[in-house]
C-alpha cells in the first residue's frame, strides 16, 4: 500500500481506529479496578514499599527448595539468585520476608546450621511505616510530574484540545502498563515506581513532537506533515525500545531492579505506539479538519 491509498484508507478510517485504544483503555480500568477491590491497592507491592527484611547469603543454594522449606516459617517470602554477568555462575542468594530481622535471622540460622555474619550474609530491615511514607512520597512526586507536565503542554501549545491529547496519551501510558504489570504479578518496588516516572517523560516526547508537525508547521498536507512526524517518532520509540529491550536480556539474570525497570520501560513503550500514533493522532487529524 502505497502512501497515498494509505492516506485515504486513513481519511476514511481515523476515527474507528480509535476504538482500538479506547477499548484497551477501558479493559485496563476495569482490570486495575477489580486489582483494587481484591488487594485494597493498585499494585503489589515488596518490601522497599511495606517494610520488611532483605537477607543476601553468599553461597550456592537451591532456591526451590529453599523456598519450599521456609515459606511456612517467614511471612511472604520471596528468593530470587544473584549471577555472574559473564560465566551465569550462582554468588548469591537474595532472601525476602515481611518478617523482622532478629526473627528471621534466627530462622536461617536454624535453617543452614550456622552462624550469620557480615563475611557470610548481609541483612538490611526496612520499617513499615517509613516503607509506607517513602510509598506515599513517590506517588506525591508522579502527581505532581504529571501536574507540571500538563502545564507545560499548555503553555507550549496553548490550544485546549491538542494539549489534552498529549496528556491523554501518557495518562493512557501509565494506566496501560499499570493493569499488565498487575497482570504478570510483579511486585513493585521504589524502583519501579520511579520507572513510571520516566515513562512520562517517554511518552510525551513523541506526542509534543506529532503536534508541533501538525499545529505549527503549515508545509505540505495534513497527512504529509503527520506522515513526516511519524518517521521521525516511530524511530525515535523503536530506537529506546531496541535498547530497552537488550539492557533487559543483559541485567535479568543478576539485577531485579534494573530488570523491573527496564520491563515497565518496554511495556510503557508499546503502547506508547498505540496511543501516540492512533489516539493522539486521530484526535489531531479530527481537531484540524475540524477548524478548517
Known sequence: MNKQKFSDWHDKNYKKLLLIPLALFLL?????GFFYSQN???????ISLT?????TIYE????????TDLEEKLEELNVRSIYDLITREQKAVIIETKSDGQFTKEVLEDYFDYELNTENSSFEFTGSTLSESFYSQLLIAILFAFFFMAIVVFIIFRTAIPSAAVILAA???IVMTLAVVDTLGIKMSSAGIVAFLMLIGYSVDTDILLTTRILKRDQGTLNHRIFGAFTTGITMTLTSLFAIVFALI??????????QIFTILAIGLCFDLINTWITNVSILKWYVEKKK
Do not use: C, E, Q
Not at 40 to 46: A, S
Open 28 to 32: 485496563s480500568v476495569i482490570y486495575i
Open 40 to 46: 485494597n491497592d493498585f499494585i503489589y507491592k515488596d
Open 51 to 55: 517494610g520488611g527484611t532483605s537477607v
Open 60 to 67: 550456592t543454594i537451591n532456591l526451590d527448595k529453599l523456598k
Open 171 to 173: 495518562f493512557t501510558d
Open 250 to 259: 543483559v541485567v535479568k539474570s543478576f539485577s531485579i531492579i534494573l530488570t
